[in-house]
Structure formats: structure tokens, C-alpha cells
């Protein structure tokens, strides 16, 4: 049997988690208007990208799927985020949705 989903991550959760990320890879921090390219190279935000990835994977079940050359968005931190926050949401409606179909089929 399944387990059930954990409620997914808000905003300013997901922010927090993509911020730990930076402070884990780099040692630094990062404000939100500071410059995605200005966190390291980059390998260092690939690298930021994958504990993100792991992180949300532990914490909720769910992988996260980047979109093309994430790590070379010229955009802000923040920005970045939103992007990342919309793409693990829609990701994980679908887990949602294909956990209620697969729940009601070995309930049936």
C-alpha cells in the first residue's frame, strides 16, 4: 500500500529549502534580489540544484524536474525559485492525482 502524500511545500517553504541549498553547497547565503549568477558557476548551482532535489525528494516524495539550463537563468534568486516552486507543484498534483487512481484501484 501507498503512503499518503505529504502536503506540498508553500512559497516561502520552498524558498527556504532552495536557500538551504545554496548555503550548503557555498557556504554563503543569498538575499532574494541577489543575482542567480553571482551564486558560484556553473557547476556549483548544478550542484546547489541536486541537494534541492534531494532534499524535496526526502521530504516529500517527489522528484523534482529541472527545467533546460536552469543553472544559467540570468534572473534573480527569487525568480528562480518561483520557477522551481511551479514546475515541483505541478509535478507533484500529478503524483497526487496518480496516488488517489492507484489508492482506489487496490481498494476496489
Known sequence: MQKELK???TFDQFKQFL???VIEVTGTDVKD???WL???????RADILQVLKGSLDREYGVELLLPANIEMADTFFESVAT???H???TTYLMERINHKIMKR???C
Open 7 to 9: 502536503v506540498s511545500p
Open 19 to 21: 536557500r538551504e541549498a
Open 33 to 35: 534580489n541577489g543575482r
Open 38 to 44: 553571482e551564486i558560484g558557476d556553473e557547476e556549483k
Open 83 to 85: 520557477q522551481l516552486h
Open 87 to 89: 514546475v515541483f507543484n
Open 105 to 107: 484501484r487496490y481498494t
